[in-house]
């Protein structure tokens, strides 16, 4: 029997270490060439490692939810005879080998350079790796069934929000108590004393995850009912809202009510920081306490921008496409990036230099289940708005996937947060690491307004720009954001740039 061990592999740009989400096969499957083994969350994204060699999994040695440091093997595979296998050419981002490679945690890396995560410093230590669990209940882990997202929305004011960044469902997050892994409705019977834990909890494992989007996640939260004992009426199995009103309206547990009479301690919920949570934690900290930010804002009536919106909708060459405000911003901004370029560019501390930027990759925030994360248009200075638009709508369905490649969350030049998605007005936003400047964009609302001479409803909507003082002054910042501000009061004006 020859084996071969497949190493986590740098995924990104430099990563040193990644979560297995699931394993995609088990103990005694037979793989091909390519075929996906399990799902890798990094600091930056979520995708899935292919095989570079075919033949039986033997071994999987670390469990689901393991963080791994790169370079650390994580599969057995049995590929049969006693020669070594058939070079293989795996996807672009599992390209491994058995040797050690350029990037591994504390190793050389191209340029000289010592491999590490931006903010954390070399490691040289080897990786711990967990107690194994069973092939069995690897099995089950790999066959659990997915969580279906809700659609992401990037649009402004009453517009449905996007994906949004909540903890991990409190329902199905594993609490010990009692020498029991169970879920903190499961802990509630414990507490009350209940002999058995809730169903679908096994001694030692927690029970499967429900299905049910984030909405109506929350919306059981606020009534009180467990997903884990709703029968989803949806496709698949789906919990719906009308499946949780049943439930809310069936008699509740007495065991439940035990939870009132909990230590604090008892009552709290633990999650750890890792993947993209962690990497944004890191970047957000760096940003700001090395950039000195200044936010200045500007209250913008775009009444008739929202009138234009309804007319564009009905252009033939943009059937198919979402026409949201956020799109206008996007555009009004990389007009206003032409007649100021110094906004578009970067402090090179080791240099010592400003970086002006010829190109746009504009950044858009993105809340998902995951964390923050900010993938990016590439040159978007340089497209229509109709190709602006059916970008926007291409990075929101891969972000609301969770399968954002790391490449398009890299590079970025200026950012937008659409902060008035979730029906808030304004803020004052954190610069994305390597970039100068941010744009809030608040909700649209309607107010009254002082328009020829008369107070009288108008759409207006609030903008705040946040930016590095140490390349924007105080009369760029303003003047960048007028023209933005009026770019969006009348989209007129944007013949004039």
């Known amino acids: 029997m020859a084996t071969r061990q497949f190493k986590l592999p740098d995924v990104g740009e430099g990563l040193t270490e990644g979560e297995i989400l699931q394993w ?83 190793g050389a890396a ?86 058995a834990p809730a169903a679908g909890v096994a001694h030692g494992q927690r029970r499967p995850r429900p299905l049910a989007k984030p909405p109506v996640r929350k919306y059981a939260k606020d009534l009180g009912v467990d997903l884990a004992a709703v029968t989803g009426s949806g496709n698949g199995g789906v919990i719906t809202r009308a499946d949780v009103d049943a439930a809310a309206s069936s008699p509740a547990e007495p065991a439940l009510m035990a939870i009132s009479a909990v230590s604090t301690g008892e009552r709290e919920q633990r999650i750890p920081i890792k993947g993209v949570r962690k990497h944004t934690a890191a970047a957000m900290v760096a940003s700001a306490f090395t950039a000195p930010h200044v936010t200045e804002f500007l209250t913008v009536d775009v009444t008739r921008m929202m009138k234009l919106r309804q007319r564009m909708a ?64 590439k040159d978007a200075g340089r497209m229509s708005l109709a190709e602006l638009a059916g970008a926007l709508g291409e990075l929101t369905a891969t972000a609301r996937e969770g399968k954002t490649a790391p490449a398009d969350m890299s590079g970025g030049t200026i950012t937008i947060t659409n902060v008035g998605v979730f029906g808030v007005d304004t803020g004052t936003p954190i610069l994305n690491p390597g970039e100068s400047a941010i744009l809030a964009f608040g909700a649209v609302r309607e107010m009254p307004w002082v328009h020829k001479g008369k107070v009288v409803p108008r759409q207006v909507t609030q903008l705040a720009l946040s930016f590095d003082h140490r390349i924007v002054d105080g009369e760029l910042g303003s003047r960048f954001l007028a023209d933005i501000g009026a770019m969006l009061h009348d989209p007129g004006v944007a013949l004039a740039f």
């Open 314 to 377: 009905l252009r033939p060459e943009l059937a198919g496409v979402k026409v949201s405000p956020l799109l206008f911003v996007a555009r009004a901004l990389l007009l206003a990036v032409g007649r100021h370029p110094m906004v578009n560019s970067s402090w090179d501390e080791a240099a010592q230099e400003i970086v002006v930027k010829d190109y746009v990759n504009l950044g858009i925030a993105a809340a998902t289940p995951r964390g923050l994360v900010v993938p990016n248009i």
């Open 110 to 195: 191209p340029g000289g350079r010592t491999a590490v995560l931006v903010g954390y410093g070399p490691r040289n230590t080897e990786a711990r790796r967990r107690p194994r669990r069973g092939g069995d209940a690897v099995a089950a882990r790999a066959t659990a069934p997915q969580v279906v997202l809700p659609e992401a929305d990037y649009g402004s004011g009453s517009d449905r929000p996007p994906l949004l960044a909540t903890a991990p469902d409190a329902a199905t997050k594993p609490v010990r108590h009692g020498g029991l892994e169970v879920g903190r409705q499961a802990e509630a019977h414990a507490l009350a004393g209940d002999a």
């Open 24 to 106: 995609l096969v088990a103990v005694g499957d037979t793989v091909t060439v390519n075929q996906p083994l399990c799902e890798v969350e990094t600091a930056k994204a979520a995708v899935e490692l292919p095989s570079p060699f075919a033949g039986t999994v033997t071994e999987l040695l670390f469990d689901a939810g393991t963080m791994v440091d790169v370079g650390t093997p994580i599969i057995t595979i049995d590929v049969g005879g006693d020669a070594a296998p058939a070079a293989a050419r795996p996807a672009p981002q599992a390209a491994v080998s058995d040797e050690p490679a350029a990037g591994l945690i504390g």
